[in-house]
């Protein structure tokens, strides 16, 4: 898409429309909007919720109710599908890496709203997904497309939607892949805090893609105005795609858990042989211990206590008991 069909006039959102005289109009003004709605022709209109003027525009020039006029206010808004008498009003969580940070586990996440009419597709949104500005691109070079109707458009972005985050996928199962190996090649105390945020992400896509199976369970069984027998039959396809992919995250998920037990039990074992080390040198100290505080007593008459070569004596009974005590560990295998 480029700029020059962009619209340029304040409040004018963005939208293409084919008459059924098989006119193509794009970027209608609101008075057009109107009229191309009762013509009955294939319209897409895109409304930035940032915009206000454009935002107007889903209650003065579609009617559409005033509650999920509001759904599209709050970007915490449920994944959810509601039917109104002359449209269906579907919410979908649009998900990618975030670009403002190098951390390869952070990304955006943020909702897009469609209004799905008889003859008319309005999508509100902010920022704009890549799959709408694909499917943009797509309508700009080959207009024809609105002929096969907006439930088609509606299809497209969904179905692009659903698809990045297969890439999201893929990078979460590399980075799990190459932590795995440095794990088994290299103990890394600084790996279970790459653990937990895979954990963390792989939860947070699922919950953002869960519910949209139920959103599409709907729209591929259930009989409405709106959606075309034939449109179903694709709208099942993302449905196959979105539960690919929902399997993907709890496979991903599992393996993860395989690598936090890996590490937990390489913790373990180095702290096994922590203290193993620690028993040893305990051991090998207690004869010392002994003897130099038996020599340490607070009595008169101690053996060698007047002799000069007392201490000598002493340090030489430490140092054989030393020596029997290490060559018995190191024939047990704990040295």
């Known amino acids: ?23 193509f109009e794009r970027c209608l003004k609101p008075q057009r909007l109107i009229e191309a709605v ?48 002359d449209c269906l009003f579907l919410v979908i969580r649009a998900v990618r890496l975030d670009p403002r940070t190098e951390d390869p586990y952070d990304t955006e996440t943020f909702n897009v709203y469609l209004f799905l009419g008889a003859n008319y597709l309005v999508t509100v949104h902010s920022p704009e997904p890549r799959a ?20 088609m458009v509606a299809h497209g972005i969904v179905d692009g939607t659903v698809d990045q985050f297969l890439p999201i ?11 795995e190996q ?10 279970i805090e790459e653990i937990f945020k895979g954990k963390r992400l792989v939860v947070q896509l699922r919950r953002h893609l869960a519910p949209l ?6 729209l591929t069984n259930r009989p409405h105005a709106c959606i075309a027998p034939t449109a179903q039959v694709y709208f099942r396809d993302v449905y196959d795609h979105t539960i ?21 039990t390489q913790a373990s074992n180095r702290m096994n042989r922590q203290m193993k080390s620690l028993s040893v040198v305990a051991t090998i100290s207690l004869p010392l211990v002994a003897i130099s505080g038996f020599f340490g007593m607070n009595f008169d008459v101690i053996p060698m206590t007047k002799d000069p ?13 030393s020596g029997v005590l290490y060559w018995f560990l190191k024939r047990q295998g704990w040295v």
């Open 1 to 23: 898409m480029t700029e020059a069909v962009r619209p340029r006039e304040r409040g004018i959102p963005y939208s293409v429309y084919l008459s059924p005289s098989g006119v």
């Open 38 to 85: 009762k013509e009955g022709g294939q319209l897409w209109v895109e409304i930035d919720s940032g915009d206000p003027h454009q935002h107007a525009l889903l209650e003065k020039v579609f009617g559409f109710h005033h509650l999920a006029i509001e759904d599209t206010l709050s970007p915490k808004t449920r994944v959810k599908i509601e039917e109104y008498p």
């Open 132 to 151: 709408i500005e694909e499917l943009r691109d797509r309508v700009e070079r080959s207009p024809d497309l609105l002929q096969r109707g907006v439930e």
């Open 169 to 179: 996928v893929d990078h979460i199962d590399d980075l799990v892949d190459r932590l």
């Open 182 to 191: 440095r794990l088994f090649e290299k103990y890394e105390e600084g790996a």
């Open 213 to 218: 199976r139920e959103v599409l369970n709907v």
């Open 244 to 264: 690919r992919v929902v399997e993907s995250l709890e496979s991903i998920r599992d393996l993860l858990t395989t690598v936090l037990d890996t590490y937990l």
């Open 309 to 321: 070569l007392g201490f000598f004596a002493a340090l030489g009974l430490m140092g054989v008991f």
